[in-house]
């Protein structure tokens, strides 16, 4: 079931995609959740609403997981990773999936403004900016993955995907959610729905497995060199800088030791990457998402969000300033909590 949203309403919205030209945009280098919510909804407007042409536009492609993941299960599909040989005009709708702030979409973040609707998909916090920009929004907090709600959103409308698309959502569910680590229970009953149409679990962990290639190895371990720790009451907090795989690299940190990590990165723009273990957010009620990475990215003249335990922020700057403005942060928030305690 859909929360926080009349079905009437969502089926009215995409009777309208009839006929029209439709752009669907993930946030940069999309992951499996955001790839497969992206693909989902191009194939749900195709073959049940008619429209007349839907461009995927995935900011920077896709990850290395995704790239695997569509090569493994043979999937070929169109879209755009920059404006470029783009049609830039007739988009009279926009659907955004698995991305919470504008600059998550890079350039195409432009096609909302002339858009008659913008219907937002998403499971993260909501930027609250962008979230008054949708005419239509469903987010879902709770939602393990983007495409947990994209198979609720199929079931509310009749739509039943082929094989292929399902295989893809749940890799972008096992995805998010670390393999069902952090899977709700709507997740799981999603995931029994899906081998019971037909999908094979053990094909979805195959197609998942990627091995980590050398330059992943490498900066594991340089950022491990770099990395300054600290201890906030009884936590570890670790910060350290790499040039990529930002993401990769503070999971790494994690399984060292670490409660809370923040990993930046300044090559094009400013990106960090922060985690924390369920412990932390547990015991101590900071949602890394909300409370620290949507401030961190205004003080960066950015944006920033995400998950409880998972989240980032991009903008601008210098790594080492934004690793202490996360660490201040993140420190303010925990003594705030220490004193309500």
Not at 17 to 30: F, L, M, W, Y
Not at 62 to 74: C, S
Not at 140 to 151: H, I, Q, R, V
Not at 255 to 271: P, Q, W, Y
Request: charged share 25%; aromatic share 8%; with cysteine.
């Amino acid at each position: 079931m859909l929360r926080n949203i009349r079905v009437e309403d969502w089926k009215r919205t995409l009777n309208k995609c009839k006929d029209k030209s439709v752009a669907i945009i993930t946030h940069k280098a999309a992951d499996p959740d955001a790839f497969s919510a992206a693909v989902f909804f191009k194939k749900l407007l195709e073959e049940k609403y008619g429209s007349r042409t839907v461009c995927l536009c995935l900011p920077e492609g896709v990850n290395q997981f995704t790239k695997t993941i569509m090569e493994k299960i043979g999937i070929e599909v169109e879209y755009y990773e920059d404006l470029s040989g783009m049609p830039m005009s007739g988009f009279t709708i926009v659907i955004i999936v698995d991305a919470c702030n504008i600059e998550q979409l890079g350039a195409f973040g432009r096609l909302l403004y002339d858009a008659d609707e913008r219907i937002l998909v998403d499971h993260h916090a909501p930027n609250e900016e962008f979230i008054n920009l949708m005419t239509l929004k469903v987010v879902d907090e709770e939602a393990g993955s983007t495409a947990e709600l994209c198979y609720k959103i199929a079931k509310s409308v009749g739509y039943k995907p082929n094989l292929q698309v399902l295989e893809l959502i749940a890799t972008g569910i096992i995805y998010d959610t670390r393999h069902l680590v952090y899977a709700t229970i709507q997740s799981l009953k999603v995931m029994v729905e899906l081998l019971e149409s037909g999908v094979n679990y053990s094909k979805i962990i195959d197609l998942m497995r990627r091995p980590m290639d050398l330059s992943e190895r490498l900066a594991r371990l340089k950022a491990a060199q770099r990395l300054q720790v600290y201890s906030l009451d009884k936590w570890i907090v670790a910060l350290t800088k790499i040039g990529a795989y930002e993401s990769s690299v503070a999971r790494s940190i994690i399984d060292l030791g670490a409660d809370v990590v923040f990993v930046a990165s300044e090559n094009k723009e400013l990106r960090i990457s922060a985690r924390s273990r369920e412990s932390f957010y547990r015991e101590t009620g900071i949602h890394l998402g909300s409370d620290v990475m949507a401030k961190v990215g205004g003080m960066i003249n950015g944006s920033g969000g995400g998950h409880p335990t998972a989240a980032a922020a991009s903008g601008k700057g210098s790594a080492d300033l934004a690793l202490l403005i996360c660490y201040s942060v993140l420190k303010e928030e925990l003594m705030e909590k220490l004193k309500k305690a």
